[in-house]
């Protein structure tokens, strides 16, 4: 069965992030990876969850407004399974909407990027940056270690991942990611050139997560 990852990249697309990290890596002796999610929350479990909260309640209401009415179990019945159907669709296609806001999509993909950073191993010169996109949420984090927070204002990497989101938006998975990859690599070697002896710390292969 396809995945969102077989549907936004191929073989060579994760070939070219992975030759373009090495290639950014080669003047610095920071670290870049790069991690794609399929998605950073399940939304479909959560909107059914509440869905069927919606249509127990639903339920329920209707057969307190028809206490008083005795037209059968059948009636009761009927009004019950309607009004709970009623309710289910009601919250699964317009409360699931609202659950999956961009702010709540923004938060899940930032909690789930810092998780996978902290699994990352520690980089030696605190100079490491995880580039985290989740392809359902159409969102990205960029996770920079101490060493490149203490070079690099908050503001260059609201804006780079600005810059990869809107990328992501149009489609242009491959293009925003290697972009990034290259700005990212551009300015460590301004901060970090790379040193004798240097060793890769950090994956150049892209990291697909379930």
């Known amino acids: 069965m396809a995945?969102?990852?077989?549907?936004?990249?191929?073989?060579?697309?994760?070939?070219?992030?992975?030759?373009?990290?090495?290639?950014?890596?080669?003047?610095?002796?920071?670290?870049?990876?790069?991690?794609?999610?399929s998605q950073s929350r399940n939304w479909r479990r959560e909107s059914l969850i509440h869905a069927l909260v919606?249509?127990?309640?639903?339920?329920?209401?209707?057969?307190?407004?028809?206490?008083?009415?005795?037209?059968?179990?059948?009636?009761?019945?009927?009004?019950?399974?309607?009004?709970?159907?009623?309710?289910?669709?009601?919250?699964?296609?317009?409360?699931?909407?609202?659950?999956?806001?961009?702010?709540?999509?923004?938060?899940?993909?930032w909690l789930r990027a810092m998780d996978r950073f902290h699994r990352l191993t520690p980089v030696?010169?605190?100079?490491?940056?995880?580039?985290?996109?989740?392809?359902?949420?159409?969102?990205?984090?960029?996770?920079v270690d101490e060493g490149m927070a203490s070079k690099v204002p908050s503001e260059y990497w609201q804006t780079l991942r600005a810059a990869l989101i809107d990328a992501l938006r149009q489609s242009k998975h491959v293009e925003g990611i290697v972009r990034a990859i290259e700005t990212v690599g551009g300015e460590m070697a301004l901060h970090f050139p790379r040193e004798d002896g240097d060793i890769n710390e950090l994956p150049d292969k892209p990291t697909i997560v379930d």
Request: contains cysteine.
């Open 124 to 143: 030696r010169n605190l100079a490491g940056v995880l580039i985290f996109v989740s392809l359902d949420e159409d969102e990205a984090a960029i996770v």
């Open 54 to 109: 919606a249509a127990v309640v639903c339920g329920l209401v209707a057969l307190y407004l028809t206490r008083e009415e005795n037209w059968g179990m059948y009636y009761n019945f009927t009004q019950t399974v309607l009004w709970g159907i009623i309710g289910f669709v009601v919250a699964y296609f317009g409360w699931g909407r609202f659950l999956k806001r961009r702010g709540r999509r923004q938060k899940a993909v």
């Open 3 to 37: 995945t969102l990852i077989d549907k936004y990249f191929s073989t060579n697309d994760l070939e070219a992030v992975e030759k373009t990290i090495k290639k950014a890596e080669s003047s610095t002796s920071g670290e870049i990876t790069v991690e794609i999610a």
